[in-house]
Each structure stands twice: as C-alpha cells, then as structure tokens.
C-alpha cells in the first residue's frame, strides 16, 4: 500500500513496485488508507508513507496502523531535508 498525497509521485511508486513483482494499492488520502487497512490488514507486506501529509501525517498513520497490524512493514518517505524532518518532528505530538 502506498500512501503519498501527491498522485503523480504515488503513480510512480506503484509502478516501480509492480515492476519488482508487488500488487500496489495507492491513496491520496491518509484517512481513507486507514479505513481500508482496517478492513484488509493482513493483505500488506509493506505499507509506504509519506511523512507530510495534510490530515495525518506519515508518523501518525504509522502509529494508528501499528494498532492493527504490529508485523507490516513501514516505510516514512519525504521530499524535506534532515533539518526540516526534525523540526516537523518536534511539532508532532507524542
């Protein structure tokens, strides 16, 4: 599963995993990813995340998949340097 709020970016994360021989599912949206893990949470063996997304960010979302599912695979992706990840990282909240 791929979850990237950005549709152009999140088309080409699906078609690089497909080309490596995985099934992709992709969404803009994060709620609406969580929806669906909830009901199909065994499906994945990797889930990708986008760490800045407007609703629930990446970290969030992980921590909310994490009540469902403990053993998936979780990948944080970002387009923001080292010192931006750190200070968004200190807004979140624990």
């Known amino acids: ?21 995985f099934n992709t599912i992709s969404f803009t949206e994060p709620l609406l990813s969580l929806d669906h893990f ?3 949470q065994r499906r994945y063996c990797l889930i990708v995340l986008d760490m800045i997304m407007v609703n629930l960010n990446g970290l969030e979302l992980a921590k909310e998949i994490r009540k469902y ?8 992706i970002t387009g923001y340097c080292k010192g931006d990840i750190r200070r968004i990282l200190n807004n979140i909240s624990p």
């Open 69 to 76: 599912n403990s053993h998936v695979k979780i990948l944080l």
């Open 38 to 40: 909830k009901q199909c």
């Open 1 to 21: 599963m791929i979850v990237e709020d950005e549709l152009d970016i999140a088309h080409l994360f699906s078609l690089c995993l497909e080309r490596f021989g």
